[in-house]
């Protein structure tokens, strides 16, 4: 017979213990179960899974957060959460962490400092373990000492305040910028504009600055940059522009692929066929790239990845404080496919 009665354990709160006591094994090792250890025995593991599952248990996290002084939560404070890099980023942070046992909280900044501000202030108080942020267009130096001051560990993602403090984990915006360059040059390309995004950002500096570096190192011309918001709207208008200032432009190399397919659309509109009367390139290979008309030649910078490898850069730091700071960045490549062509 069993110790525990299933009807009269629902009268109150099921404890652990109970739990123990249905599947026949330790509370200790019941715990280890919650704590998802590789010490317990599957089969072990199956039984007391069941029996939370059968008693109704439900785990007492703010009593584990008062023991073990971890909340396992990490907070994610996006900048955009429409644009489809940091839906990638999220997904490959996400199934890292579910694989650790902890858990995200997501905020959109919607690339508002203030808001950002306040986002984070929230997020201390909810007591997460650490923080990943794709910082806000505008960020201040400050919020990096702010975050010190709280004893917060964090990682930026994609953006980064200032390259010399703080964790960071992007992709290498120049090198991508440089293939893309190249291969346009291949395809006897030599009127080449840049549209969209700004230099109010780390990323935005670093495609912009890499496009008039290499621009420059193969004798072309710098004059055909249309800075726009990063959405598929302003991607079109910026085409539009371009064409009437610049009718000589053979090609575009576009901020992201939000601004690629703004600027395709634009095209399709006038007449022309991208690939073949007008050449375009789109930066982070989002998944959509493929299945539009033409298929999207892009740079792949590994989103899902970024996510990845900066949850493993933020737990490590929470472990240990004492760690040099890290700043990984990832090698992009050239993903080619219909929309550019030779003239």
């Known amino acids: 017979m069993d110790i525990i009665n299933n009807n009269s354990s629902r009268k109150g709160k099921v404890n652990l213990l109970q739990v123990a006591q249905k599947a026949g094994v330790s509370r200790s090792t019941a715990s280890l179960v919650l704590r998802k250890s590789p010490l317990v025995a599957f089969n072990t593991r199956k039984k007391v899974e069941a029996a939370m599952e059968e008693l109704g248990y439900v785990y007492n996290r703010s009593a584990a957060i008062l023991r073990e002084g971890k909340t396992q939560i990490i907070g994610l404070l996006v900048c955009d959460i429409a644009n489809p890099s940091i839906s990638e980023v999220m997904v490959g942070l996400d199934c890292f962490l579910q694989k650790q046992n902890y858990f995200s909280f997501l905020a959109n900044s919607q ?142 190399i576009c901020f992201n692929d939000l601004i690629a397919l703004g600027v395709m659309n634009a095209l399709h509109a006038k007449g022309y066929i991208p690939g073949q009367d007008f050449s375009v390139i789109g930066v982070d290979d989002f998944p959509i790239a493929d299945s539009i008309w033409p298929a999207l030649t892009t740079v792949s910078t590994r989103s899902q990845e970024v996510g990845e490898v900066a949850g493993r850069l933020l737990l490590r730091r929470i472990a240990n404080r004492a760690l040099p700071l890290e700043r990984v960045t990832l090698p992009t490549r050239l993903v080619i496919r219909q929309s550019c062509g030779a003239i």
Not at 167 to 185: C, F, K, N, R
Not at 232 to 252: F, H
């Open 111 to 252: 690339d508002s400092v203030e808001r950002q501000s306040y986002l984070l202030q929230r997020f201390k108080e909810h007591n997460m373990d650490g923080l990943i942020f794709c910082p806000a267009i505008n960020t201040p130096l400050t919020l990096l000492y702010e975050l010190e001051r709280l004893n917060m560990p964090y990682v930026q993602v994609l953006r980064r305040i200032n390259e010399k403090k703080g964790d960071y984990v992007g992709a290498d915006y120049a090198q991508g910028i440089e293939l893309a360059i190249l291969h346009l040059i291949r395809l006897n390309h030599r009127h080449i504009a840049f549209i969209g995004g700004s230099s109010k950002t780390s990323a935005g500096q670093e495609r912009l600055e890499s496009f008039i570096r290499i621009m420059k190192r193969e004798h072309l011309s710098t004059d055909y940059i249309i800075p726009t918001a990063l959405n598929v709207y302003e991607g079109a208008k910026g085409l539009d522009m371009l064409l009437e200032r610049a009718p000589s432009v053979t090609a575009a």
